[in-house]
């Protein structure tokens, strides 16, 4: 459904117009992509010929990363070709491609986080029956629910991008497409559509950062009656993951959950979760869990024998 639109392209302004900041972009967000690509496969490639790294954590924690490669794809190499280019534009069809593949894998992450809470709280307030609650059949179906889920959220994404009329001004203040800077290049009405994009990218973010940050707080709680060493391990792991949540739900509350104003900081803001928070993740995860690092070397190790 396409309503009498008679904008065919889009121009993207990016980061900044400056020629010699362009450059500068150009070389940061490519080894940004680059660092996030080596770190996101080193951890799919080390979970996936590991025999140690069994658990659903780490089933989870494959599928995030996976989740984390896709969604900087969906953003970060046109990006890098713009910055090297004096009028940037793109298709309408591209655009929506866009919107729908951001919204895909950036809803895909925020469910795989959820499942990952879910699998330490069983783990660590359950510890009896988590052999029984996530079994390798309910991960795998806990999963498949996540990316069904990811796919209904960017379909409803998709169906507002193409509700939107466009009868003239095509210059879009941003680096990517997103239905925030598309609002505002609409010629009619946008507050019932903006009502409708804080009911679903707003509350899926707010609910769930809500629903982290308690699951998080009663698993802290539930360690008060376990051993030292079994607090210091359990720690390690909930801490890491705080970290990701924090980092990932504060900018996309940020966006999502307000009206269609833009604010200066607004690009610089989508830069750290388009592009930052997936190049920490690896980071957080490896530094953090002595088990990944040990499966790391192990394949490091192989990979010099061969």
Same mark, same amino acid.
């Given at each position: 459904?396409?309503? $009498?639109? %008679?904008?065919?392209?889009?121009?993207?302004?990016?980061?900044?117009?400056?020629?010699?900041?362009?450059?500068?972009?150009?070389?940061?967000?490519?080894?940004?992509?680059?660092?996030?690509?080596?770190? $996101?496969?080193?951890?799919?490639?080390?979970?996936?010929?590991?025999?140690?790294?069994?658990?659903?954590?780490?089933?989870?924690?494959?599928?995030?990363?996976?989740?984390?490669?896709?969604?900087?794809?969906?953003?970060?190499?046109?990006?890098?070709?713009?910055?090297?280019?004096?009028?940037?534009?793109?298709?309408?069809?591209?655009? /929506?491609?866009?919107?729908?593949?951001?919204?895909? =894998?950036?809803?895909?992450?925020?469910?795989?986080?959820?499942? /990952?809470?879910?699998?330490?709280?069983?783990?660590?307030?359950?510890?009896?029956?988590?052999?029984?609650?996530?079994?390798?059949?309910?991960?795998?179906?806990?999963?498949?629910?996540?990316?069904?889920?990811?796919?209904?959220?960017?379909?409803?994404?998709?169906?507002?991008?193409?509700?939107?009329? =466009?009868?003239?001004?095509?210059?879009?203040?941003?680096?990517?497409?997103?239905?925030?800077?598309?609002?505002?290049?609409?010629?009619?009405?946008?507050?019932?559509? $903006?009502?409708?994009?804080?009911?679903?990218?707003?509350?899926?973010?707010?609910?769930?950062?809500?629903?982290?940050?308690?699951?998080?707080?009663?698993?802290?709680?539930?360690?008060?009656?376990?051993?030292?060493?079994?607090?210091?391990?359990?720690?390690?792991?909930?801490?890491?993951?705080?970290?990701?949540?924090?980092?990932?739900?504060?900018?996309?509350?940020?966006?999502?959950?307000?009206?269609?104003?833009? =604010?200066?900081?607004?690009?610089?803001?989508?830069?750290?979760?388009?592009?930052?928070?997936?190049?920490?993740?690896?980071?957080?995860?490896?530094?953090?869990?002595?088990?990944?690092? %040990?499966?790391?070397?192990?394949?490091?190790?192989?990979?010099?024998? %061969?």
């Amino acid at each position: 459904m396409r309503l $009498n639109n %008679n904008v065919t392209e889009f121009i993207l302004l990016g980061l900044t117009q400056d020629p010699v900041r362009k450059k500068i972009v150009f070389v940061t967000f490519l080894l940004f992509y680059l660092g996030t690509l080596l770190g $996101n496969f080193l951890i799919i490639t080390t979970i996936k010929t590991s025999r140690a790294l069994g658990s659903p954590m780490y089933f989870f924690l494959f599928h995030l990363s996976l989740s984390d490669t896709c969604f900087c794809s969906s953003v970060a190499p046109r990006m890098i070709v713009d910055a090297f280019l004096k009028k940037s534009t793109i298709s309408f069809s591209e655009c /929506m491609i866009q919107v729908f593949s951001f919204h895909f =894998f950036g809803c895909l992450e925020i469910f795989i986080l959820i499942l /990952m809470a879910t699998d330490r709280y069983v783990a660590i307030c359950k510890p009896l029956h988590y052999t029984t609650i996530m079994s390798q059949r309910v991960c795998a179906v806990l999963v498949a629910m996540a990316w069904v889920g990811s796919c209904v959220h960017s379909l409803a994404q998709i169906f507002l991008a193409l509700s939107l009329p =466009f009868c003239g001004p095509n210059v879009i203040d941003h680096y990517f497409c997103d239905l925030q800077p598309l609002l505002r290049l609409a010629c009619t009405d946008t507050y019932m559509i $903006n009502l409708l994009l804080v009911s679903n990218s707003g509350a899926i973010c707010t609910l769930s950062f809500v629903m982290l940050m308690c699951s998080y707080v009663n698993i802290l709680y539930s360690l008060r009656n376990h051993s030292a060493e079994g607090r210091r391990k359990a720690l390690s792991t909930c801490v890491s993951h705080i970290i990701v949540v924090i980092l990932f739900f504060g900018p996309c509350i940020f966006i999502y959950t307000r009206p269609a104003t833009t =604010f200066p900081m607004d690009k610089m803001i989508a830069v750290f979760y388009t592009l930052g928070t997936p190049l920490i993740n690896p980071l957080i995860y490896t530094l953090r869990n002595a088990e990944v690092k %040990n499966a790391m070397r192990k394949l490091c190790i192989q990979l010099e024998i %061969n």
